[in-house]
């Protein structure tokens, strides 16, 4: 297939879109390089230089799908300044549905996330628990499912969401290319953890250790960014026309943040001395995927542990 990949120069879209052009497809990039790096985009990808919003620019019928990646998707930021998610997420993704439309591109694959859900009130959450999201983030990427649904019912669009959980690791293709997170500032727990592991920083935070969870830190359900990949090159094929499917992808296991921080310790050999701080506004207690979803209809089963995820994660920064 012929696809465009917005934010194929992020963490997660470049990743993605290495893994499609292994598999034989062919790969546009859009991107305009606010969070992303032009050197992040996989080799073989052409990219342009866009915003979301000017995809029209790029699109035609010779496009079998989009990929959309690009968003704006910090929990804290999206507190803070909530504008900057219905602007940067729900608006500039309406632009982008009116120029599929217009090019007569009929298939996405969305990112979505795990934010969505909000306080889950199950041990394992499954897409039919009720998306009731606790911040603007999680609120902007469920509006943009609810558009993707209607559009599917209107319009015959094959779209699917993937609610992602807490994406970690790494990918270092043939070419000598290092696919990784390297965000600025970072807030992301495991690439923080190794910056303590390595030196760089004398302590790490903990957010809140007064939750309703065994060790009192939040739970997480850490996926592999490698394995999340693997499930888009999946629902790109399985996507229907005139349908909307949801899938959620984590691994099913939770990891508090003590325990990640033992992971670190563990695979780093170093000490990770860590503050503990109050909560994090919007971070909800535990969020833990069912992949039974996934594994049932996409045949999707994610493989990689914690410990190559920190593994992997760390030799990126190398
Ligand atoms: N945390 C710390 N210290 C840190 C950083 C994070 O204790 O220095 C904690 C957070 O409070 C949270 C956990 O570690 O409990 C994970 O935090 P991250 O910032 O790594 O990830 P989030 O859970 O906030 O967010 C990620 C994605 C979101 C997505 C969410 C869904 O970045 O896009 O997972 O779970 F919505």
Partial sequence: MKLLVTGGAGYIGSVVAYQLLAAGHTVEVLDNLSTGHDDGVPAGARLHRLAISEAGQVLDHSFDGVLHFAAKSLVGESVAHPERYWHGNIVETLHLLDAMRQAGVDRIVFSSTAATYGEAKVQNITEEEPAQPTNPYGASKLAIDHMLAAEAAAHSLAAVSLRYFNVAGAAFPDNGQVLAERHDPETH?????????????????????????????????????????????????????????????????????????????????????????????????????SGEKAAQRLGWHPRRSIKEMVEDARRALR
């Fill in 189 to 289: 727990l495991i690439p923080n953890l190794l910056k303590v592991a390595g030196g760089e920083r004398e302590a790490a935070a903990i957010f809140g250790t007064d939750y309703p969870t065994p060790d009192g830190t939040c739970i997480r359900d850490y996926i592999h960014v490698l394995d999340l990949a693997d499930a888009h090159v999946r629902a790109l094929e399985a996507a229907q026309p005139g349908s909307h499917e949801v899938f959620n992808l984590g691994t099913g296991t939770g990891t508090s943040v003590r325990e990640v921080i033992e992971a670190v310790r563990v695979v780093t050999g170093h000490p990770v001395p860590a503050v503990e701080h109050p909560r994090r506004a919007g971070d909800p207690a535990v969020l833990v995927a």
